[in-house]
């Protein structure tokens, strides 16, 4: 899809498909994209729902006015993938969540690692996945997706263990070369399902992290040679993933 994107809570047209596109999203498309009528547009809820639409004209700088002849569904891919992400420090995090957005990860789960130098505590916590959420939203848009990821609640380590259990594929990125991890470039994949794919600290996932998670059926895997930031191990492996499994076919 190349038309640009707009978030809407609700598809209900009036007649003769009329829909008006206002708030946020309207002043957006009229006073900064500056559509004209003629101009193709996509609207969807960010859950898999959307409508291909046509502008017919703008009021004001708040309010855009399409024409919305049909909704459609577009379905989960498959396998799905969701990454457990450890808390990066400053704006690090953000930008993870982007770039795995913009490559088309499905869900996001914030985990506090023991390593972890960010805490997310009480008022400073949602705020952060304040933002987490909202950057999904946005990249969402930006790269013209209609199923935005899931942006989770921040988890513990032993609920990460227990999305790790439940998982048609487990694998924890670990840096440590001594190790006997696989290249996750050559793991057998499942072709649907769930895969779940954690993301370690800068410090690297702790021993005891790293066997709970053994325990709960996952491995250990190395993307190549090097070793990425936390920030962006995450939309390097899910690109890595998303080749293997057919979905960028």
Known sequence: MTAPVFVVEHFDAGGGGRYVLDGPEGRHAVSVKRLQPGEDVILTDGAGRWADCVVLAAEGKDRLIVQLDSVSEEPQAQPRITVVQALPKGDRG?????????????????WQAARCITQWKGERGLKALGKWRATAREAGKQSRRVRFPEVADAASTKQVAALLAKADFAAVLHSDFERDSAPLSTAELPEEGEIVLVVGPEGGVAKDELALFEEAGARAYVLGPTVLRTSTAGTAATALLLGRTGRWS
């Open 94 to 110: 953000e930008l993870a969540v982007e770039t795995m957005t913009e490559v088309g990860v499905d869900a996001i789960v914030p």
